[in-house]
T-cell receptor, first 112, second 112 residues
Framework: EPEVTQTPSHQVTQMGQEVILRCVPISNHLYFYWYRQILGQKVEFLVSFYNNEISEKSEIFDDQFSVERPDGSNFTLKIRSTKLEDSAMYFC??????????FGPGTRLTVT | QKEVEQDPGPLSVPEGAIVSLNCTYSNSAFQYFMWYRQYSRKGPELLMYTYSSGNKEDGRFTAQVDKSSKYISLFIRDSQPSDSATYLCAMSDGNYGQNFVFGPGTRLSVLP
């Protein structure tokens, strides 16, 4: 069964460093998303992406964040200058032309 | 008032019990309702998806939506220890690529 994959599973970085989180969505899906979940808290929407552009973003997704689909399979989230409060699980999700979003296993980002 | 509310639990039930999980919401524009299961430190796994009001059944799972009361439910019949997880409701007001608003989740333990 096709699934969303994410790499790395765990990323440790120092405050102020740039990180890139990678996702491979399900191949025939057209809509891509990033969510984050701070430990013990709810899943929060960051950004949605369709047709090579951002379709919606939340207040969390400020100028420090960017997304890119560099080729036909990968979808990336970049955090330019990480802060301690960026420590969280980051989930990529994708959907076909439906409302059923399928999530990847997540990348645990630890900022020290 | 929070946009989507769930009783955080934990909810403990004996194996074989019928489990009822619920969410209330405040935004009357929500039309699409999803239930996800999340095991510890894993990505949310889509269980059920419903549109507007009504019931939907899939195996041991039944989802109900009552838009007039802004209340959705997930019933699990013949619960198993493997059902032990956090259950998240999520909802959207429509349009492809629209972000989901998640509830905080209910932690369920099914005891053998």
């Amino acid at each position: 069964e096709p699934e969303v994959t994410q790499t790395p599973s765990h990323q440790v970085t120092q405050m102020g460093q740039e990180v890139i989180l990678r996702c491979v969505p399900i191949s025939n899906h057209l809509y891509f998303y990033w969510y984050r979940q701070i430990l013990g808290q709810k899943v929060e929407f960051l950004v949605s992406f369709y047709n090579n552009e951002i379709s919606e973003k939340s207040e969390i997704f400020d100028d420090q964040f960017s997304v890119e689909r560099p080729d036909g399979s990968n979808f990336t989230l970049k955090i330019r200058s990480t802060k301690l409060e960026d420590s969280a699980m980051y989930f990529c999700a994708s959907s076909e032309q439906s409302y059923e979003q399928y999530f990847g296993p997540g990348t645990r980002l630890t900022v020290t | 008032q929070k946009e989507v509310e769930q009783d955080p639990g934990p909810l403990s039930v004996p194996e074989g019990a019928i489990v009822s999980l619920n969410c209330t919401y405040s935004n009357s524009a929500f039309q699409y309702f999803m239930w996800y299961r999340q095991y510890s430190r894993k990505g949310p796994e889509l269980l059920m998806y419903t549109y507007s009001s009504g019931n939907k059944e899939d195996g041991r799972f039944t989802a109900q939506v009552d838009k007039s009361s802004k209340y959705i439910s997930l019933f699990i019949r013949d619960s198993q220890p493997s059902d032990s997880a956090t259950y998240l409701c999520a909802m959207s007001d429509g349009n492809y690529g629209q972000n989901f608003v998640f509830g905080p989740g209910t932690r369920l333990s099914v005891l053998p």
